[in-house]
């Protein structure tokens, strides 16, 4: 295994570890009333997350693509997006899941991360680390084919979370952090 797919494991991990932690929240979120919404699209994203890993890893094997320039900057969005998730995580706390949850009586966490910078998760978090991944693996196949596929996703995504937020959870009021 060469050292970019060994650092594309690692960030898989890594990322597994944050999954349970969602898990854990999905299940309190249920179990206190709250609800899941888009459901369809969550599992679009799941399946083009875990595409996009496996693609980039096999590139960066079959090429046996060895640790360079490029693979150092995407080395480096990797580890602020995983920084960036790991604040994200924190500054919701209970209530974040990688589906779209909301809790019963979900308000607006006012941090100004969230009043600046419009989905975090998806601009700071999701979008450096596959672009991240795919310098790293050198994975210019996989980023053509998969990237263009996911930003469809996750801007339907954004969609449903900006309708939830002027319908369901500013109106609930406001949590400052």
Request: aromatic letters at 14%; hydrophobic letters at 55%.
């Amino acid at each position: 295994m060469t050292l970019s797919g060994l650092i594309v494991f690692v960030v898989f991990i890594f990322r597994l570890v944050f999954l349970k932690r969602s898990i854990k929240n999905e299940k309190a979120i249920l179990a206190n009333g709250g609800r899941e919404y888009g459901v369809q699209n969550t599992k679009y994203i799941t399946i083009l997350h875990i595409l996009f890993y496996l693609s980039c890893f096999v590139e960066a094997t079959i090429r046996q693509v060895h640790f360079d320039t490029l693979g150092v900057m995407g080395l480096g969005l990797l580890i602020f997006a995983m920084f960036m998730l790991y604040v994200v995580t924190k500054l919701l706390g209970e209530i974040w899941t990688v589906k779209l949850m909301l809790v019963k009586n979900h308000q607006f966490v006012d941090h100004w991360l969230f009043r600046y910078v419009k989905h975090p998760n998806y601009f700071l978090n999701i979008i450096p680390e596959l672009i991240g991944l795919a310098l790293l693996c050198h994975a210019l196949l996989s980023f053509c084919i998969l990237f263009p596929f996911y930003i469809i996703v996750l801007y339907n995504r954004i969609k449903e979370e900006e309708q939830l937020l002027r319908e369901v959870i500013i109106p609930n009021g406001i949590v400052e952090k």
